[in-house]
């Protein structure tokens, strides 16, 4: 029996202050596949994502793995572009990752879960974070940390934003390297919203173009052959050339 | 003496746990605002013929609807909270005040010092039974939601992706914070309750990394103050309020020279002790 399709939206729109964020958008998840979604700034990448993860009110329909959106969502992990933590919260990385993995904040972290903590923190080549304050994480450390924390309950799907924003060359590279590995587990599905011509080249299986509506869908060379969606997609552009 | 320990301890002890997450949430602000909104059911009871320690139990539902009503201006007009707990608190505290004037002139006077200082060497049985059922349903209000409402101080969005009903929890958290108030005003008043929500917390976040242990630092440090406080007010024959007050000022004053030091010797290399 063949696993069913991590993510299957139908019909996507969003509304926000009047204005259409997202229109008609329907796209598709397989197992284990790796989707890289591309767009101008303020095409709806973002908010595909907090769509699909009912963080935003949205239209349309929302499948994952095979069932409604409420029943799936909690084996979603989700790394988001802007962090929107306190960063003056008191609490150590290992925190972090347990929350993720009882879904409450915990008082005091048993043995089993730091050993698990530990675990992710190794697959994401931050185990030297755990015990440290969040307060203390330089822009790459923190990346690691909310990668560990999205993975931590071994979700089917992961929604990603943006990853390497932010980061030193070095950073970037590093992550990049853990995002490879696993693409190619193929154990995990995945979203990466992102400008970055090399993600797409390292882990793309697909893309997708969005701008407001998804404008061309793929494999990487033949969505990206159109030399007018290149530079729109990875220079941030603005969209009207594309005439909406 | 027995009736104002018990009273101060269950008061301050509620006050210092939910102070951690008002301090965590940059709502410090907030206390001050629900002590003085508080004075606005206080006139009401004391219109309605109501005795001063009756007129507690009027001010605690009408603090509580001042809570919500400030979390629902906030959450529907975007305004930042102080500027929502600043419109409504003044409001309040001006309602309080007219309404003490229209009271009958055959009323019986208000000690308008034991509202705004407490009278906590003069608590009596039903006002201690009083404070220490609401400052223990509070407690253990607190206790049940701390892993939630720590999860939704941290970070709102990623604790609803873990179904953390961060929307009503804020209601939730703005009304304990109004019955804790409300039930402190009565032993330290209004203008100095909100020191009791502040300090401690304020004073755990210097010695410590992690909420849990702050949590409880918080409510050991009022509880301890309570105590030293109490009993030197009481052989000093100074008000007990203010007495306690500025004990929880030098200790926390004495944190903040400590983590002075320990930064100064980060600074410098030394090998520092792990964190508390």
């Known amino acids: 029996m063949t696993a069913p399709m991590a993510l299957v939206a139908r019909g996507l729109e969003v509304t926000r202050g009047g204005r259409r964020i997202l229109e008609d958008v329907s796209?598709?998840?397989?197992?284990?596949?790796?989707?890289?979604?591309?767009?101008p700034n303020g095409g709806g990448k973002t908010t595909l994502l907090?769509?699909?993860?009912?963080?935003?009110?949205?239209?349309?329909?929302?499948?994952?793995?095979?069932?409604?959106?409420?029943?799936?969502?909690?084996?979603?992990?989700?790394?988001?572009?802007?962090k929107g933590f306190?960063?003056?919260?008191p609490a150590t990385v290992c925190e972090l990752v347990v929350a993720a993995q009882r879904a409450r904040w915990?008082?005091?972290?048993?043995?089993?879960?730091?050993?698990?903590?530990?675990?992710?923190?190794a697959q994401v080549r931050g185990e030297a974070l755990i015990d440290r304050p969040l307060s203390s994480l330089s822009g790459g450390e923190t990346q690691r940390a909310f990668l560990a924390r999205a993975l931590v309950n071994d979700p089917p799907l992961i929604l990603v934003d943006e990853p390497l924003a932010a980061l030193d060359t070095r950073g970037r590279e590093d992550l990049l390297a853990i995002l490879a590995e696993l693409a190619a587990r193929d154990e995990t599905a995945a979203i990466i919203v992102t400008h970055e011509p090399e993600t797409v080249t390292r882990i793309a299986d697909r893309v997708a173009y969005l701008d407001v509506r998804i404008r061309a869908s793929g494999a990487p060379g033949a969505v990206l052959e159109d030399p007018v969606l290149q530079a729109a997609a990875f220079a941030g552009a603005d969209h009207t050339h594309l005439g909406r | 003496?027995?009736?104002?320990?018990?009273?101060?301890?269950?008061?301050?002890?509620?006050?210092?746990?939910?102070?951690?997450?008002?301090?965590?949430?940059?709502?410090?602000?907030l206390s001050e605002g629900l002590a003085h909104a508080a004075f606005g059911g206080i006139g009401l009871g004391l219109l309605l013929g109501a005795s001063g320690e009756q007129s507690a139990w009027i001010a605690l539902p009408f603090t509580v609807v001042v809570a919500l009503a400030i979390g629902a201006v906030r959450r529907s007009s975007g305004l930042r909270p102080d500027a929502a707990?600043?419109?409504?608190?003044?409001?309040?505290?001006?309602?309080?005040?007219?309404?003490?004037?229209?009271?009958?002139?055959?009323?019986?006077?208000v000690d308008v010092e034991a509202l705004l200082f407490g009278s906590l060497l003069a608590v009596s049985d039903g006002a201690l039974l009083a404070t220490l059922l609401a400052a223990g349903a509070s407690l253990l209000a607190v206790a049940l939601l701390w892993s939630r409402l720590a999860y939704a101080s941290f970070d709102p969005e990623l604790a609803a992706l873990s179904g953390v009903p961060v929307a009503l929890l804020e209601y939730a958290f703005l009304a304990l914070t109004a019955a804790v108030v409300v039930t402190s005003v009565r032993t330290v008043g209004v203008v100095l309750v909100s020191a009791f929500v502040i300090i401690p917390a304020a004073t755990a976040r210097l010695a410590t990394g992690r909420l849990s242990r702050a949590s409880l630092l918080a409510v050991t440090l009022q509880v301890a103050a309570t105590a030293v406080g109490l009993l030197a007010s009481y052989y000093l024959d100074v008000a007990s309020g203010p007495t306690i007050v500025l004990l929880l000022g030098g200790v926390f004053a004495a944190a903040l020279a400590l983590r002075g030091r320990s930064a100064t010797r980060d600074a410098e290399g030394e090998q520092l002790p792990p964190p508390v």
Do not use: T
């Open chain 1, 27 to 39: 796209l598709g998840v397989g197992p284990g596949e790796f989707l890289c979604l591309l767009g």
């Open chain 2, 85 to 109: 707990i600043g419109v409504l608190f003044s409001v309040s505290f001006a309602l309080g005040a007219l309404l003490l004037q229209l009271r009958p002139r055959n009323s019986a006077p």
């Open chain 1, 50 to 82: 907090k769509a699909v993860l009912g963080l935003v009110p949205s239209r349309g329909s929302i499948e994952l793995f095979g069932s409604a959106a409420a029943d799936g969502r909690g084996r979603v992990g989700y790394l988001p572009q802007r």
């Open chain 1, 106 to 121: 915990p008082w005091r972290v048993r043995p089993a879960e730091r050993e698990r903590a530990a675990a992710i923190l």
């Open chain 2, 1 to 29: 003496m027995r009736r104002a320990l018990l009273a101060g301890l269950a008061a301050g002890a509620a006050c210092a746990l939910i102070g951690v997450f008002v301090v965590q949430r940059g709502l410090s602000f």
């Open chain 1, 86 to 89: 306190a960063h003056d919260f």
